[in-house]
């Protein structure tokens, strides 16, 4: 999950690294703080650098990334604290020296030599470099779209919003109603899910999962009805040729 940005870092121990092990975590927090982040001044790494138990690691750990201005409220070696550090250590990295790494191009195979250039400038991106990746996290912290492992699905949640929200459409639905998208929230507490399993958590889910459900059955009749209306204007005004017709035989 962390290989590319951890071979992309120089860490010496890739194929041993477990952000589960917090033993190995540790190491990672702390050559990353000593190598490529560098917040603390070398005598205030003291307390990252002791092995004690784990809860007293944790706090300095936590405040640790309270000074790193960390926008995710997890605190523990999760995967998302673990890509948010490596995120931060590769865009301090590149930050050092822009030009270096913009020279940079990406490889192709021999067999698309003969491809004609695409005008879409969009397929001209490598959507798996490091600063992309880092800008789609940043992108993602502005819009307060929640974190996912996969930086992908991150930024297609951020085209949906852009979609929704940010379009032309969207912000005339916006203004039509009067600026405010108070009726658009939902409250979960407000949807009946039809039955209860007796946890919390899994209700949750379920109520967001029926939502979702929802949402793309409205979408798949709003797709029909479109089509209706273009089927109907082909059948309910055909055009004929009268030179064509004949009286009688």
């Not at 002791?50 to 405040?63: A, G, M, R, T, Y």
Request: one cysteine or more; aromatic letters at 6%; charged letters at 30%.
């Amino acid at each position: 999950m962390f290989a590319r940005k951890l071979k992309a870092l120089g860490y010496p121990t890739i194929s041993n690294f477990d952000h589960s092990d917090q033993k190995k975590f540790q190491e990672l927090v702390i050559w990353l703080e000593d190598q490529k982040i560098c917040h603390y001044k070398i005598e205030d790494r003291v307390a990252l650098r002791k092995p004690s138990d784990i809860s007293s690691w944790q706090k300095e750990f936590s405040k640790y990334l309270d000074d790193l201005s960390c926008p995710h409220s997890d605190r523990t070696n999760s995967p998302v604290t673990t890509d948010w550090l490596l995120g931060l250590a590769v865009r301090l990295v590149y930050g050092e020296n822009p030009q270096r790494y913009r020279k940079c191009t990406r490889q192709t195979s021999s067999t698309s030599k003969d491809v004609a250039p695409s005008s879409n400038p969009l397929d001209s991106l490598d959507f798996d470099d490091e600063a992309m990746k880092a800008g789609i996290t940043t992108l993602a912290t502005l819009l307060q779209i929640p974190p996912h492992h996969d930086h992908k699905e991150v930024l297609k949640a951020i085209c949906k919003l852009v979609k929704e929200r940010l379009s032309k459409e969207g912000l005339e639905l916006y203004s039509a109603d009067g600026g405010d998208d108070s009726k658009d929230k939902l409250q979960l507490e407000s949807v009946d899910m039809g039955f209860h399993t007796g946890d919390y958590v899994t209700e949750e889910a379920v109520k967001i999962l029926r939502l979702l459900h929802i949402q793309n059955l409205r979408q798949l009749q709003s797709q029909i009805n479109e089509a209706l209306v273009i089927v109907q204007n082909v059948t309910a005004n055909p055009k004929t040729d009268q030179r064509l017709g004949k009286i009688g035989r």
